[in-house]
T-cell receptor, first 108, second 114 residues
Framework: GIQVEQSPPDLILQEGANSTLRCNFS?????LQWFHQNPWGQLINLFY???GTKQNGRLSATTVATERYSLLYISSSQTTDSGVYFC??????????FGTGTSLTVIP | DAGITQSPRHKVTETGTPVTLRCHQT?????MYWYRQDPGHGLRLIHY???????DKGEVSDGYSVSRSKTEDFLLTLESATSSQTSVYFC?????????????FGEGSRLTVL
C-alpha cells in the first residue's frame, strides 16, 4: 500500500498565527483529501484536492501531484481550529491510505 | 451533512462475544467502507464494499467480516471479539469509484472489549 507521512506530528500555536501542514505520499495518488478531526471525534471534510490549489476561508490547500505531496495552510488560527488534521490518498480508487495526522492545539 | 448513521455509538463487551456494528446511509452511494482508528496509526481500512454483495478486504481485515445485503446498510461483524479490537470504528461512503469521489464519514462507534 501507499505510505503517507504527515508533518509535523504536533503543533502548538498562539491564536492568530499561521501554519503549514505537509503530507508526503510514497506513490502517486489521483485522489487526495484533507480532513479535520475535532475534539469530539468527528471527521470533517476540508478539501478534495488531487491537484492544484483550493481555498476555503482561512484555509487553503495545494497539491503537487508530480512530486507526491500536499500542503494545508491555516491562516489567522482560532481555538476552534484545534484537533487533528489528516490527509488521505488513493491510486486505485477504492482503498484510501491515511497519514497518522498532525495534532494542532491553538491557545488563546 | 452526509446521511450516515452508525450504531451503536458506544459498546462495551467481553472477550469472545460476537459484535455487529451497523452503518446506514441515506445517500444511495455505491461505495461503503469500515475503518478503525487507533492512537499512532491514523485510520486503517478494514473492509469495503463496491455494491450489494460485493466486498473486499482492506489492510487490517483479520478477525472481521462484513455484509451488504442492501445499498443502504453495511455491517461489520467481529465473530469473537478480542481486546486488540478495542478501537473507534468509522464508516465512510463515497459516490464514485476510480480516481474521483470524496469520502464522507459517520460519527464513529467506540468499542471496548474487556
Amino acid at each position: 500500500g501507499i505510505q503517507v507521512e504527515q508533518s509535523p506530528p504536533d503543533l502548538i500555536l498562539q491564536e492568530g498565527a499561521n501554519s503549514t501542514l505537509r503530507c508526503n505520499f510514497s506513490d502517486s495518488v489521483n485522489n487526495l483529501q484533507w480532513f479535520h478531526q475535532n475534539p469530539w471525534g468527528q471527521l470533517i471534510n476540508l478539501f478534495y484536492i488531487p491537484s492544484g490549489t483550493k481555498q476555503n476561508g482561512r484555509l487553503s490547500a495545494t497539491t503537487v501531484a508530480t512530486e507526491r505531496y500536499s500542503l494545508l495552510y491555516i491562516s489567522s488560527s482560532q481555538t476552534t481550529d484545534s484537533g487533528v488534521y489528516f490527509c488521505a490518498g488513493s491510486n486505485t480508487g477504492n482503498q484510501f491510505y491515511f497519514g497518522t495526522g498532525t495534532s494542532l492545539t491553538v491557545i488563546p | 451533512d452526509a446521511g450516515i448513521t452508525q450504531s451503536p455509538r458506544h459498546k462495551v463487551t467481553e472477550t469472545g462475544t460476537p459484535v455487529t456494528l451497523r452503518c446506514h446511509q441515506t445517500e444511495n452511494h455505491r461505495y461503503m467502507y469500515w475503518y478503525r482508528q487507533d492512537p499512532g496509526h491514523g485510520l486503517r481500512l478494514i473492509h469495503y464494499s463496491y455494491g450489494v454483495k460485493d466486498t473486499d478486504k482492506g489492510e487490517v481485515s483479520d478477525g472481521y467480516s462484513v455484509s451488504r445485503s442492501k445499498t443502504e446498510d453495511f455491517l461489520l461483524t467481529l465473530e469473537s471479539a478480542t481486546s486488540s479490537q478495542t478501537s473507534v470504528y468509522f464508516c465512510a461512503i463515497r459516490d464514485r469509484g476510480g480516481g474521483t469521489g470524496e469520502l464522507f464519514f459517520g460519527e464513529g462507534s467506540r468499542l471496548t472489549v474487556l
